[in-house]
């Protein structure tokens, strides 16, 4: 079966560019969430679904960063414009809907802001 | 919101010794408490995971303990391999049915030859 599935695999810009990281979540599951993990602040919730609606914002950093869920197979978290300090590996998850279910994690993408 | 510490950040063990990971958590609305081993490099994986209801959760090498009165759970290792090197994060939802998990800072567990 297919796991959570994210693009690209590895992101090296320069900062104040426009960064689009894309997940895909497993199929029939309805929640989705968006994670970074950084050495110094380790893995951190920035933003989850369920159903495709935004539930739960409050771990985004500021206004540049910016997540959507156009659809129940597809989600996007942009960064706009990019900062070194952004630098990180952003990781997707996915579950069944609930408090108690299982989040199965993509394999992330690091992105490198220069 | 949820706080979850974990300790210790490093645990170095013998080849065949059990090793033990401990959490906290501060919502005592949580219900649920997953373990989740990173390889470098590599994504979160599930490796086991408790709910509420129940005291204790075994799956081979791995055991889970949850005390709820105390807000703390552990995780067991027996019999460590090599290939049990890895990164260790316990994780807690906030109560209240909020589903986005808050980790702890990682366990680096060592498996001396």
């Known amino acids: 079966d297919a796991g959570v599935i994210q693009s690209p695999r590895h992101e090296v810009t320069e900062m104040g560019q426009e960064v689009t990281l894309r997940c895909k979540p497993i199929?029939?599951?309805?929640?989705l969430f968006w994670y970074r993990q950084t050495m110094m602040r380790g893995l951190e919730l920035l933003i989850y679904?369920?159903?495709?609606?935004?539930?739960?914002d409050s771990g985004m950093p500021e206004d540049r960063f910016s997540a959507k869920m156009p659809n129940a197979s597809f989600s996007t978290l942009k960064i706009q414009p990019s900062e070194p300090r952004d630098s990180a590996v952003y990781f997707c998850?996915?579950?069944?809907?609930?408090?108690?279910?299982?989040?199965?994690f993509g394999d992330g993408t690091r992105l490198s802001i220069l | 919101g949820e706080n979850v510490e974990q300790h210790p950040s490093t645990l170095s063990v013998q080849e065949g010794d059990s090793a033990v990971i401990k959490c906290t958590y501060s919502?005592?609305?949580?219900?649920?408490f997953p373990w989740y081993k990173q390889e470098l490099g590599k994504r979160p994986q599930l490796i086991i995971d408790?709910?509420?209801?129940?005291g204790e959760k075994k799956d081979q090498r791995i055991a889970v303990t949850l005390n709820k009165t105390a807000k703390h759970f552990s995780l067991h290792i027996t019999e460590t391999q090599p290939e049990d090197s890895a990164v260790y994060f316990c994780a807690a939802p906030p109560g209240g049915g909020a589903d986005g998990l808050t980790f702890g800072k990682g366990t680096h567990l060592i498996i001396q030859p």
């Open positions: 199929s029939g599951h309805n929640s």
């Open positions: 408790i709910r509420s209801n129940v």
């Open positions: 679904f369920n159903n495709n609606v935004p539930i739960d």
């Open positions: 998850a996915s579950s069944f809907a609930g408090s108690n279910q299982p989040q199965h």
């Open positions: 919502d005592s609305a949580s219900n649920y």
